[in-house]
């Protein structure tokens, strides 16, 4: 059987508009690798409704698990959870698990739970809340579409709240190749082991040193004995 497949929907103008640089989509396929799920699409939308309900209901028909982050604040451009329920026609509102959750926190920290604070706890209907161990406000998850915070911290504390819940496939393994010769000397020997080992992923990755170019060939697959039986080829093929 084929490892259940994922997509990641980064959500912001200050992404696109390269304020802020994104570590989460490396974070997450880091992840999903270690328990099979192939991470197959990223995409990156603005905060435009029009956009964000497409690029949701276009990843969650495709893929098995979707991942958003991005979006779910209390200001007024945190428009993800309204996005999420429209794209599934279901109704939002500040739901009381969520809010309960929101009260203890400020409560705690002798802050007001105001009117945008609020925000945080409109919830979809029929959706699951995510934990958030960071900073309290929950993630959600609606079918099979994961809902999260943009921040790196609050991230990586929400996908170790998903991550247990989901059905796996087989680790991805891989091994890396260095060599200091170019692609257009190895590009040869590269199509003919793609061809004779099709259950493999085999790429290659360009770079210099020191005025020298060289190419890293990496070999994933779910198979080690396969991946080593391509690396022992390929070695002996290209003289490594």
């Known amino acids: ?50 956009a964000i309900i497409a690029a949701v209901q276009a990843l969650s028909t495709a893929y098995d698990h979707v991942f958003t982050s991005g979006g779910i604040g209390p200001t007024h451009d945190d428009i993800t959870a309204e996005c999420i329920a429209a794209a599934f026609n279901t109704h939002i509102g500040v739901r ?5 959750l929101l ?36 993630g959600f998850t609606l079918q099979n579409v994961n809902v999260m915070a943009g921040v790196p911290s609050v991230f990586q504390a929400m996908v170790a709240s998903v991550l247990p819940h989901l059905v796996g496939g ?11 010769r170019g692609e257009g000397d190895v590009a040869t020997p590269l199509s003919s ?13 360009p770079f210099q040193r020191d005025g020298v170019y060289g190419t890293n060939i990496v070999v994933r697959g779910t198979d080690g004995a396969m991946i080593d039986a391509a690396m022992t080829r390929l070695a002996a093929e290209v003289g490594a």
């Open 103 to 138: 009260q203890a926190h400020y409560d705690a920290r002798g802050q007001e739970l105001n009117e945008a604070r609020l925000r945080m706890a409109r919830i979809p209907d029929g959706a699951k809340l995510i934990d958030n161990p960071v900073s309290t406000a929950p």
């Open 170 to 180: 087989a680790p991805l393994l891989s091994q890396t190749l260095c060599l200091m």
């Open 193 to 205: 082991l793609a061809a004779d080992f099709p259950d493999l992923s085999i790429g290659s990755y």
């Open 1 to 50: 059987m084929p490892n259940p497949t994922a997509a990641m929907l980064v959500i912001g103008d200050e992404i696109l508009s390269g304020r802020t640089r994104d570590s989460n989509m490396n974070f997450l396929a880091g992840e999903l690798t270690k328990i099979g799920i192939d991470l197959k699409e990223a995409r990156v939308v603005s905060d435009d409704r029009d």
């Open 96 to 100: 009381d698990d969520a809010r309960a």
